[in-house]
Each structure stands twice: as structure tokens, then as C-alpha cells.
């Protein structure tokens, strides 16, 4: 089975990172990402998306709203909002887009998987449904017989083309608004005794019956028809309206059999739309102007406990009687405004389930006739209450774990400073015994005091870096608007010695003024060039830190020539206590990476190095231009 294609709009790099990479784990395939409107709606026709994830506040000449309306306009494309605080103005325009849900920032994983499944489901059911509509629409207003549907009474509710045009009238309306002025016997029969034992025999059954009639042209001739109608009924068995075929026999009855087909045609189609409804997983009903159900399907009738033929003309302050408010306000506000209310969370308690508090989003669309005449309301509701639960546990997790976190990082920081200590005690007595008896003990004495001293100097390297990183995950230090330039001269300095011992040439480009934390960026840039020269080769150790700017980001690079890093390793020394090499080989604790990586993540950055074995690295970690986050 092919993967949902998804285009992603947001122009936070890190937020959009963080979106794809959920969204290939769920197993969709992001075509592309893109932070600007005006690249994405190129994309579009570029990646041919299923479905678009589009941030409303975008930077650049087009914000979401403004883009999502072409999108809809030019591709008709499912969107979802992407959005956090956005004004009431904002929203306002984006409703009138008709996105297919929201998605609030930061958002939850959970709700943005069904977000967006149902997305992809509504879209392909509604381009199914309208695909069907369409068909059924093309084929009753272009038949070559009169179709028509009308009141037991006689008024015309619809007709089609070839109807009003055999009957003389220009429009189908002009013909619906005369015959509507009596009735259709009164007006268009040329004997209109005739009706009522027509209605009897549709009274009598759902058959199709057949007549011959005659019927009355606007310009006063006769025409000879052949009539076919039937009576369609309401669930409770009373007669909603009829509908009929006339075809004109005046000149040509071997019309008949392609009237017939037609009708198949038109009335297999309907049963599809009928199969797609009824069968939705989406509760469905719709409501008449004094907001009474008309139609509801098996998936909505549970929800509410009572079976779909017991809701048919009554209204839901009669079935649901406890969030019937909520439900009727939206049914009102649709009709007075005749546009759809979309994504709209509601909490009560139904009869199928009493005394259990449940949720729903709910939407409420204009159910309109032929000519484009609000006539009722249909609704859409999707139970998300198990849905709810589970985010108010992870949410509940979550806080436990915050708090567990702050617990390890304070015992990080107890068991760092508070044991180095007797550490530096053992460390110092080791160190005077050495001196004063080195050499008056036998070789294997000595030899345990030197890796008594070795052990104490590497478990004393351990405690600094835990305590660096418990100092990194609690500083309440202020970020400032600071110029990496001496922040890179600040790093330079202590490490003046081991620089010119070793010859180490150092350049770097101009560097920006930027939001950050002083004290942890002298950290990073320090690590990376104390790692550069540990791990240098024979030649000359050269190192140059480059930055460059990339839409709304700094992108840095510490390049070094040294011995380089195999591929396969390139993830895995940013984690903690991870080392490549032995301890005779090269000294440290493993922590250096790990606590870069926290730092610039710290400050909405991201780091990876680009290396191979021998050719030398390049550690490479971005910062936003505006960290409004931190």
C-alpha cells in the first residue's frame, strides 16, 4: 500500500524537523518541507502531496491562510493548521478556507496522528462523495427526459433541464415557481382529474407506475408525455415526495428505453451515496431549518441511544436533552451565517451511556437545495474521549517525569560537588605517599599507587563534567544579546598553552550578535576545539569555524584536519559516557558531546558532524536567528 504523501509549511526548522521525523515513524511519507507560502505552493504541483501541514503565522509575502486559499482554490488539497496563539482576525480568515482540523503548538503526537487520519479519510470520502453528487447531478440535469421530485400536494421541489425545456419554460426555476403559484395538476395538466388516481396508486406502494398524460406547454400546446413515477418514504413509512421521469411521445416514444437506463444509472448511484453514508465511522445526521432530524446514520444513532428511525422529526433537545444547547447554537449560527463550523470539542452525557462524561469534535456544514438555499444543517461527530483520557495520562507522565528529572539533576549535582571532596583527599594523600616512598617498596607497589593516582585524576574529571552538566540543566543565567566573536576569543584563552605547544592555527569567519547563554556557549566552541586538536594526525592542526545564514538559522562548522571519524560512528558519540577510543589512547570522559548536544538544543539548535576516517570533521550545529523560545 502506498504512503500518504505529506507537504510541511512551517518555518520553525526545528518544529518542522521534529514534525517530519513523527510523521515518518507513523509511517507517512513527507514529500518535502518548506518554510515560506511561496515555495510550497510550487511543491505542490512538484510532489503531488495528499495532504498539507500548514503553519497559519508564516514569514514572507504569504501567510498560511493566504496560501491555504490557493491551495484549495487552484488543487483542492486537504490542509491542517498548524497553529498556536493566532489572533481572532487570523482565525477567522483561516475558517473560511475550510482546513480539515488544527493542530495547536506544541502539539500532541497522538493528536496529531488522528488529525490528520482523519483528514485523509474526510477528504477521500468527501472527493468520493462529491465525485457521486457530480455524477448523479450531471446525469439528472442533463438527461434527455424530464426528471422531476415533488410534494404529495403537487409543489415542485426540483426538476431538471430537459423538463422546463419540453415544457417551454427557460429555466428550471421560472417552471418550479409557476407550478409552485397552484399545483402541478392545476397548472401543467390538461386534465386535471387525472391526479388524484395517480396518487392513490403511489399512495398504495413504492412501485413505478406508468401513464399516459398530457400536459400543458407555457405557449399553450399540448404534450403528449409518458409519465413514470414512484413514492419515496420517510423510515416511519409516511410519503416524503414523489419523483418521476416524463418523457416527450408527442413525436418520439422510443425514448422509453433510454429514460429507463438513465434512471438506473441515477438511482445506483444514489444507493452508493446512501451505502457511504450509513457506513461511515463518523457520526452523521442532518437537521431541517426548525432543527428536527431528517437523516442520521447507525455510527451517530448509538452515540446518542435511540435507533435512527426513532430521531426522524425530532429535535435533539427531545434525544440528547443535556448538550442539545451546545448542538443548537452551532445549528443556528450555521444557518444565519451559511457557512461551515469546523473542529469544534464538546463534552456531555448521552442516554447510551448515562452518567459518563464523554468528548467529541463536532462540525456543522449548510445542507443546501438545488439552488444553493441553506435548508437545513448536517453535522459530523467524532467520539475522542478515549482519546482525551490517554492525553490527560501522558500529560500526567509527563509531569512525572519533569519532576523525576529535576531529582536526578539535583543529585547529579549533590554527587559531583560533594564528593570530589574525599576524592581530592584520597588524591592528595595518594600523591604524598608517591613522592616521599616511591621506589623504597617493591615495583608492584609502586605500580598500584600510580593507578591509584590514574584512577582518582579520571574519576575527578568525572565528577567536573557531572557537575558541568547538572550547572547547564539548572543555570538560571539570563540569555543576552552577545558577539560570538569574543565569545570565541573568551574560549581561546585558557586553551593559549596546549595552542602553541602543538602550533595550532585558528581562524574563524566574522561571527553574528546573537541571543544566547555566555557562559555555556564559551563551553561548546571550547569542547569543539579542544577535540579538534586531541584528536589531530602529524600534520600541522588547522581549525576554522565558518558560519553562514540559511533562511531563519545560523548554521556553524568547527573544521578540523585530524584523524576523522568512521560514518558508522557518528551518531553514537553524542551520547553519554560514549568513547571511540581507549583511555592510553586518548584521555577523557566520554561527557564532552553529550554536553554540546544539551547545550545547543538548550537553545532551539540542533548539532551533527559530517566526517571520515582520516580526512578530518566538521561539527556543524545551528541557532535561530530569533530564539523567542527560550
Request: charged share 30%; proline share 3%.
Amino acid at each position: 500500500m502506498l504512503k500518504s504523501k505529506i507537504l510541511i509549511v512551517e518555518d520553525d526548522a526545528i518544529e518542522s524537523m521534529d514534525i517530519k521525523i513523527n510523521l515518518e515513524n507513523m509511517g507517512y511519507e513527507v514529500s518535502a518541507v518548506t518554510s515560506s507560502g511561496e515555495e510550497a505552493l510550487p511543491m505542490i504541483s512538484q510532489h503531488m502531496p495528499d495532504l498539507v501541514l500548514m503553519d497559519i503565522i508564516l514569514k514572507g509575502k504569504m501567510n498560511g491562510v493566504e496560501v491555504a486559499q490557493k491551495i484549495k482554490d487552484e488543487y483542492d488539497l486537504p490542509v491542517i493548521y498548524l497553529t498556536s496563539n493566532s489572533e481572532e482576525k487570523t482565525l477567522e480568515k483561516a475558517k473560511l478556507t475550510e482546513p480539515f482540523g488544527y493542530v495547536i503548538k506544541p502539539y500532541d503526537i497522538v493528536l496529531l496522528r488522528y488529525t490528520i487520519e482523519i483528514g485523509l479519510y474526510k477528504h477521500k470520502m468527501e472527493k468520493k462523495l462529491e465525485s457521486r453528487l457530480q455524477y448523479f447531478k450531471n446525469v439528472f440535469d442533463n438527461a434527455p427526459i424530464g426528471i422531476f421530485h415533488s410534494t404529495i400536494e403537487g409543489k415542485f421541489i426540483r426538476v431538471n433541464k430537459a423538463l422546463s425545456s419540453m415544457l417551454g419554460y427557460s429555466t428550471q426555476k421560472e417552471l418550479i415557481n409557476e407550478v409552485n403559484k397552484l399545483n402541478v395538476a392545476d397548472k401543467i395538466y390538461n386534465s386535471p382529474e387525472k391526479r388524484p388516481e395517480f396518487i392513490s396508486n403511489a399512495i398504495k406502494d413504492d412501485k413505478w407506475h406508468s401513464y399516459k398524460n398530457e400536459y400543458i406547454r407555457k405557449d399553450g400546446n399540448i404534450m403528449i408525455g409518458e409519465l413514470y413515477f414512484r413514492s419515496i418514504r420517510n423510515t416511519d413509512g409516511s410519503i416524503r415526495y414523489l419523483e418521476g421521469f416524463i418523457t416527450d411521445v408527442t413525436e418520439q416514444k422510443e425514448l422509453e428505453e433510454a429514460r429507463m437506463k438513465t434512471e438506473m444509472i441515477a438511482w445506483d448511484r444514489l444507493a452508493e451515496i446512501d451505502g457511504i453514508y450509513d457506513s461511515s465511522p463518523i457520526g452523521l445526521c442532518t437537521l431541517d431549518k426548525d432543527l428536527r432530524y431528517i437523516r442520521i446514520n447507525e455510527n451517530l444513532a448509538r452515540i446518542n441511544g435511540f435507533p435512527a428511525i426513532k430521531h426522524i422529526g425530532k429535535t435533539p433537545r427531545e434525544i440528547i436533552p443535556t448538550i442539545s444547547e451546545k448542538i443548537e447554537s452551532m445549528a443556528k449560527k450555521t444557518l444565519k451565517t451559511g457557512r461551515s463550523i469546523m473542529g469544534v470539542e464538546m463534552e456531555g452525557i448521552t442516554p447510551s451511556m448515562p452518567g459518563v462524561l464523554r468528548t467529541w469534535i463536532v462540525q456543522s456544514v449548510p445542507f443546501k437545495d438545488i439552488d444553493g438555499n441553506v435548508i437545513g444543517i448536517s453535522f459530523s461527530v467524532l467520539e475522542i474521549t478515549e482519546m482525551k483520557k490517554a492525553q490527560k495520562e501522558l500529560f500526567e507522565t509527563v509531569k512525572k517525569l519533569k519532576l523525576s528529572n529535576e531529582e536526578l539533576q539535583r543529585f547529579a549535582y549533590v554527587v559531583s560537588h560533594d564528593f570530589k571532596e574525599p576524592l581530592r583527599m584520597v588524591l592528595s594523600f595518594t600523591q604524598l605517599l608517591q613522592s616521599r616512598y616511591e621506589g623504597e617498596f617493591d615495583n608492584e607497589a609502586d605500580e598500584f599507587i600510580g593507578f591509584i593516582i590514574e584512577g582518582s585524576k579520571r574519576m575527578e574529571r568525572l565528577l567536573d563534567d557531572l557537575l558541568t552538566y547538572s550547572r547547564i540543566t539548572t543555570t538560571e543565567e539570563k540569555y543576552s544579546e552577545i558577539d560570538l566573536n569574543k565569545i570565541i576569543e573568551d574560549s581561546i584563552y585558557p586553551l593559549k598553552l596546549i595552542i602553541e605547544e602543538n602550533n595550532v592555527e585558528i581562524t574563524w569567519d566574522h561571527m553574528p550578535t546573537i541571543l544566547i547563554n555566555r557562559t555555556q556557549m564559551i563551553h561548546v566552541f571550547q569542547n569543539l576545539i579542544t577535540n579538534a586538536i586531541k584528536f589531530r594526525n602529524n600534520k600541522t592542526p588547522k581549525i576554522h569555524i565558518s558560519v553562514k545564514l540559511e533562511r531563519d538559522q545560523w548554521i556553524f562548522g568547527v573544521s578540523d584536519n585530524g584523524i576523522g571519524i568512521d560514518p558508522h560512528y557518528h551518531k553514537r558519540i553524542f551520547e553519554v559516557f560514549q568513547r571511540l577510543h581507549r583511555r592510553d589512547e586518548y584521555d577523557g570522559t566520554g561527557m564532552g558531546l553529550f554536553l554540546t548536544k544539551k547545550i545547543i538544543e538548550g537553545h532551539n539548535g540542533h548539532i551533527w558532524v559530517e566526517s571520515e576516517e582520516g580526512k578530518g570533521s566538521t561539527f556543524y550545529f545551528t541557532l535561530p536567528v530569533e530564539n523567542n523560545n527560550i
